[in-house]
């Protein structure tokens, strides 16, 4: 009895935390005012916030379910690809040229973002549009 | 017991109205975005919040049958965001 009513406990504080991470994440994605401060927001929604959801699922499936954590693979599997996709988000930005310039590279050298093949060069100077 | 459970209760309502608003705010930085970038990281996070949103589904209804359908939104989501930024970058998505 006490163990089920710890439990609920848990469930409730991984429920709180996720969604007040959730609720920071999302603010900072509206109030933020660069898109490079931006980038970096909604990384607590995918880590802590969905995180802590998950961990509650898990909990609660533990004590009043049979068990279940295969929730955890939804973790792992968004720990991994949150970094990868916020990476092509950067390179978007510098593609755009939404963002400072990356500092000067040694003669000869480019960052690896500009250097586009030469069959793509139509495509290499993006349409500069500001808001 | 029941005090317990009254308060989960509460806190997965809580949970729901947050996290829905937070998809609300994500859906506005889709819709103000300047530029390409700021869509597609608003995309990525309407994603992350729709999986919290069926997690909170699965934990109201005490199921779990709604597992499979969170992560396959998951590995989908990844893929979409990588295509659309393939997309801005190259110009296409499979060269």
Redesign the interface.
């Known amino acids: 009895m006490t163990y089920e009513i710890i439990a609920i406990y848990a469930v409730i504080f991984c429920l709180v935390v996720g969604s007040i991470f959730t609720l920071v994440g999302a603010i900072g994605l509206l109030k933020f005012n660069d898109s490079m401060t931006r980038l970096h927001a909604p990384t607590k929604v995918g880590t802590v916030g969905v995180g802590a959801l998950l961990l509650a699922s898990v909990i609660y499936n533990g004590v009043f379910n049979e068990g279940a954590i295969q929730e955890l693979l939804i973790m792992g599997f968004l720990f991994v690809t949150a970094p990868i996709s916020a990476n092509f988000i950067a390179k978007v930005n510098m593609h755009r040229r939404a963002c400072d310039a990356p500092p000067e590279l040694p003669e000869g050298e480019q960052w690896a973002t500009f250097d586009v093949p030469a069959t793509d060069a139509d495509i290499s100077d993006p349409v500069i549009e500001k808001a | 017991?029941t005090l317990?459970?009254e308060?989960?209760d509460y806190?997965?309502i809580?949970?729901f109205v947050?996290?829905g608003?937070?998809?609300l705010?994500?859906m506005?930085?889709v819709v103000i975005g300047?530029?390409?970038?700021?869509r597609?990281?608003?995309l990525?996070?309407m994603v992350?919040?729709a999986?919290?949103l069926i997690?909170?589904m699965?934990?109201s209804q005490?199921t779990?049958i709604y597992?499979e359908v969170?992560?396959i939104i998951?590995?989908l989501g990844?893929v979409s965001?990588?295509a659309y930024?393939?997309f801005?970058?190259?110009?296409d998505i499979i060269e």
């Open positions: 017991m317990a459970t308060m989960m806190a997965l809580l949970a947050i996290v608003l937070c998809q705010m994500a506005i930085r300047p530029d390409t970038g700021d597609i990281l608003a990525d996070t992350v919040n999986i919290g997690v909170l699965g934990l005490g779990r597992f969170s992560l998951a590995m990844f965001t990588v930024a393939r801005v970058l190259r110009g």
